[in-house]
């Protein structure tokens, strides 16, 4: 996908947007997103975390 679709929701922390399916924000609201670099500039790695 190049570019979030119009119905998603971004979630803006840090200057690190996250663009979430509408579907799917409700079911991630009160959980936190950890994100850490792997060391690859091509990996990023997302927990959730209840």
Partial sequence: ??????SDEK???N??????QD???PLLADKT???SNSGDSAK???????
């Fill in 11 to 13: 979630v803006e922390d």
């Fill in 15 to 20: 200057g690190a947007q996250v663009f979430l």
């Fill in 33 to 35: 997103l950890d994100v």
């Fill in 1 to 6: 996908m190049e570019s979030p679709a119009e």
């Fill in 44 to 50: 990023v790695l997302f927990q959730l975390v209840s």
């Fill in 23 to 25: 579907q799917v924000a």
